[in-house]
């Protein structure tokens, strides 16, 4: 199962904390995690082996959403940001547009993420 890790800047940090919580269930073999690029930083430093995409605003998330449209991406966790301004918004709602399209689970808030994590 590929899940999806994406956290705009003032979430970083709470995604990096939620992995670390969640270690037991992520390190499972048959899940493997994939990012854009500077979440993914973080990510691979927190201990987790995670495939970089492109940085978001250089169109990691329009990679991201072409991996859900194949069906190569199975769940997305974004914690997003909506007290900031981003360059590439449309790239973040053609992700998420995908997802609903391709019946993709999205979370998009940690409260959400703690829900779908549970249900792996
Ligand atoms: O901008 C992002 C999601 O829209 C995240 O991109 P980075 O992980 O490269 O910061």
Same mark, same amino acid.
């Given at each position: 199962? $590929?899940? *999806?890790? @994406?956290?705009?800047?003032?979430?970083?940090? $709470?995604?990096?904390?939620?992995?670390?919580?969640?270690? %037991? @269930? /992520?390190?499972? %073999?048959?899940?493997?995690?994939?990012?854009?690029?500077?979440?993914?930083?973080?990510?691979?430093? *927190?201990?987790? $082996?995670? @495939?970089?995409?492109?940085?978001?605003?250089?169109?990691?998330?329009?990679?991201?959403?072409?991996?859900?449209? $194949?069906?190569?991406?199975?769940?997305?966790?974004?914690?997003?940001?909506?007290?900031?301004?981003?360059?590439?918004?449309?790239?973040?709602?053609? /992700?998420?547009?995908?997802?609903?399209?391709?019946?993709?689970?999205?979370?998009?808030?940690? *409260?959400?993420?703690? /829900?779908?994590?549970? *249900?792996?």
């Amino acid at each position: 199962m $590929e899940i *999806a890790i @994406i956290a705009h800047d003032g979430k970083k940090a $709470e995604m990096v904390q939620f992995l670390n919580e969640h270690k %037991k @269930i /992520l390190l499972q %073999k048959e899940i493997s995690l994939i990012s854009t690029g500077t979440t993914g930083k973080k990510v691979k430093k *927190a201990g987790f $082996e995670v @495939i970089r995409m492109l940085s978001g605003p250089m169109g990691g998330d329009a990679q991201i959403a072409a991996r859900v449209a $194949e069906g190569k991406c199975h769940m997305v966790l974004f914690f997003r940001d909506p007290l900031e301004k981003h360059p590439h918004e449309p790239d973040v709602l053609m /992700l998420m547009r995908l997802c609903d399209v391709h019946d993709v689970p999205l979370a998009t808030n940690l *409260a959400t993420a703690e /829900l779908l994590i549970k *249900a792996i």
